[in-house]
């Protein structure tokens, strides 16, 4: 599979962003996706993940009650949105998926496939 991530841009504090990942490929609903980001000068965190029905999601302790994440099989599509932006949410955000993996998973190991990201600068 094949992953197009997309959506970033400049956006103030508080500001809220919809990010895109598009998926190519067969049987894409079969895949677990994870949003990972990476800040400027810092290692690769995970941010959020979505199972393969779309029914369970699981976030980091820093985004939680902030961030969201929905899918659309049909479209082969995943749409995290971030809301209250912060500056220190700025980063190249990465979607990212496995097959047959667990939704839990936060490692950047655990994904087989990556996108090419999409970086969200936020201002203060």
């Known amino acids: 599979v094949q992953l197009q991530a997309s959506g970033g841009g400049l956006v103030q504090a508080g500001d809220s962003l919809r990010l895109s990942c598009a998926a190519s490929g067969r049987d894409f609903s079969s895949y677990v996706v994870g949003w990972f980001r990476q800040p400027p000068g810092k290692e690769r965190e995970f941010v959020g993940s979505?199972?393969?029905?779309?029914?369970?999601?699981y976030f980091a302790g820093s985004v939680r009650g902030r961030f969201t994440i929905s899918r659309d099989n049909a479209k082969n599509t995943v749409y995290p949105q971030i809301n209250s932006l912060k500056p220190e949410d700025t980063a190249v955000f990465y979607c990212?998926?496995?097959?047959?993996?667990?939704?839990?998973?936060?490692?950047?190991?655990?994904?087989?496939?990556w996108g090419q990201g999409t970086q969200v600068t936020v201002s203060s």
């Open positions: 979505i199972n393969w029905g779309g029914t369970n999601t």
């Open positions: 990212a998926a496995d097959r047959g993996g667990s939704y839990v998973n936060t490692r950047p190991r655990d994904y087989a496939y």
